[in-house]
């Protein structure tokens, strides 16, 4: 029983770990990385993508978060 318990903690350090507050911006990055996964198997150099990504990401998810009023000036 202790073993489970360490198990099912384990699973909910990462989870909480890599989703956070927001399950999209975890979704976004993985989807990222599967597509420059995708590029780099067919020969296309994708490093480019990931930084490209995450600055749109963390961009959408800091509009969403901030207050209508700081977002009209």
């Given at each position: 029983?202790?073993l489970w ?28 990385l599967l ?30 978060a ?8």
């Open positions: 029983m202790k318990s360490w198990v099912v903690g384990f699973g909910r350090f990462w989870y909480r770990f890599i989703v956070g507050d927001d399950w999209t911006v975890a979704a976004a990055v993985a989807v990222g597509a420059t996964a995708y590029l780099n198997a067919r020969g296309v150099p994708a490093w480019w993508l990931i930084p490209i990504v995450v600055a749109v990401v963390v961009g959408v998810s800091l509009r969403r901030s207050p209508a009023e700081t977002r009209r000036a």
